[in-house]
Each structure stands twice: as C-alpha cells, then as structure tokens.
C-alpha cells in the first residue's frame, strides 16, 4: 500500500464544506489493478458543537456518499464525519473496473484501518462511531468482530445500521444447496455476473429525475444498479455464515430497518413505503448476533435506505437516531482512563 498523495485533501464532488482524500492500493488481489479508496470529510462549520468522536460512514452495494444530511445529524451531536468510498465504488472506481467486485470482504480491511488511520490524526485518541447501510453493515459488522478478536487499541465504540444485508432472501433452497453451489460457481467463474433480473424499481423510487428527491450520480449509483458477480455473491455468505454463528463486536449498535418490505418488480407507489431490496424480516431475526449491546428499531414506512425515505419515515428515523446517541453517550464516548 502506498500514499502517492499523502495527506493532501481535495475539493470534493459534494462542492463546499467536502473534501476528499484518495489512498492508492496499488495491486488488485482480485485481477482488476491498480486499485483506491477514497476517503470524504465534511468540514466542521461555525455553528457545529466541538467534535468530540468521529463517525466512519460506508456504503451499500452499488452506491457511494452522497447523502449529506446524515452527515449533519452527527455534527450536531459533536461528530467529525467521514466517509469512505471502497475500491471499485462510487468515487474510487477507475476504467474498467467491474462495480464492488471483490472476493472477500475481509479485503476491505485495508482501507477501513486507512480511513482509521486518518480519522485518528484529525482527532487523536477519540472514539470513533461506524455506520453503514445495507451490504455495508455486513462489511463492517465483520471488521468489528475481528478489531475485537484481535484487540486493536483503537475500538470502534458504537455501529450505527441501516438496514444491513445479514441473509440472502429467496428459498430455503437458495440459500442452502444454493449457496454450496454457489462456491463452486465462484472458484470457476468469479468475475462472471449472477444472472439474475435487473429492477431499477428503488432507484426508481429515490432518484430525482424519477418519482424521488435526491439527485446523485448515476454513473456511481445506477437507477438498476451494476448487479454482482459470483465471486461477490459467495464473499457476502461467507460473512453471513460467519454472522449466524454469532459476533462479538463489543459494541453498542443501532439496526434501523423498514417495518415491511415489498420485494422484486418494477416500481409502483407501495415501494416508497417499503424495503424493496432485502427482507426486512431477516434484518430482524439476525441482527441480535452483532453482539454488545443492541437496539433494533423498525421505522414505519420507511425505504431501503431509511435516511431516503419520504419524510414522514426519515424524520422518525433521524429522531431515532438522536434519542440513540443521546441515550449512549457515555458508552460511545467514554471517559478517557485515568493513569494509576
């Protein structure tokens, strides 16, 4: 890993009050180099309280940051916020790269302990809080067990879930003789896309120039998405195998999640009051083998992606999300030890 540019911060796509910092990965493990992360930050303002934690933000599957008013709600409660856009993804994708391609989600590691990394230099010794949606909750759910596994002394003191990806919907037979199958599939063709139907039915539901109300990049985050791979596709149930077993991540975490979901098909009004991606069932029954302490709401009406929701649903979930973090305050950022 190298830093051809060390430390120097740029103008983000965001514009004003963004910067942007990108980490050269050098070699792809997966065939597809050279590879980079990118790492966001959102410059504290004049009327943000002193920043006294950081927040590190990760993305779901075809997706980047871009959501900005999420970024807001922690500075209001005195957290510095990051973001960062993972290999392949979003802002750190390069010509010819297959969107999220990866084959082990553990690979990730390299650039969450960079982004770390970064977030202690701007505010050494604080806690830091991460939160994710979707595939990214998964990813760093895993990376939280194993930093508690290997004692890192520099703990993540809280997660923050929006609505994670912790099983495959489908059969029971999808997801058992499917899956071995899926390994072999993964081996032999692990770059070859899963065949599967494509929907732009959500980017439907949330895209500007649709029936929604947020204008991001559609090269970074396409209305059907950029599907996935078999490699991919065997990487998530490899760490949702290891999720079932059950996580230590010694944090206290927060699972927000629709209260339904609507699964499949093209877009119709039902899906702006629902999850139309994961089973929102699933998200429930699992997310008590994070570990640590858990809260786990469900957000009426409430989409894929709670904080892009209609209002109603996004105002509760961000009233969720600050009753959380004024109710663990001293467990997300505890007292410093006092020396013997």
Known sequence: ???????????????????????????????????????????????????????????????????????????????????????????????????????????????????????????????????AHSTGGLIIGWWADRRRQNAVTTPVTGLVLNSPFLDLHGSTLLRTIGTEALRGLAAALPARPVPLPVSSAYGDSIHISRHGEWDYNLDFKPLGGFGVTFAFINAVRRAQASLHRGWDTGTTSLVLRSDASALGGDYRPEIDRADNVLDVHQIAQWAGCLGGRLTSIPIPGARHDVFLSQLDARETAYAELDEWLRANESRLRPAPAVAP
Do not use: N
């Open 1 to 131: 890993m190298t830093e051809t540019a060390a430390d120097i911060w740029h103008a983000d796509l965001l514009g004003s009050g963004y910067r942007a910092l990108t980490l050269e990965l050098g070699d792809d493990p997966d065939g597809e180099s050279p590879i980079a992360a990118t790492l966001v930050r959102r410059e504290p303002r004049p009327d943000d309280p002193e920043a006294t934690a950081g927040v590190l933000y990760v993305h779901g599957l075809s997706d980047y940051f871009f959501q900005t008013d999420l970024a807001d709600a922690f500075a209001k409660h005195g957290y510095r916020f990051y973001a960062l856009d993972l290999r392949k993804c979003g802002r750190s994708r390069r010509p010819g790269q297959t969107g999220h391609h990866i084959t082990d989600l553990r690979r990730y590691d390299l650039e969450l302990e960079w982004a770390m990394s970064r977030i202690a230099l701007d505010l050494p010794g604080a806690p830091v809080v991460a939160a």
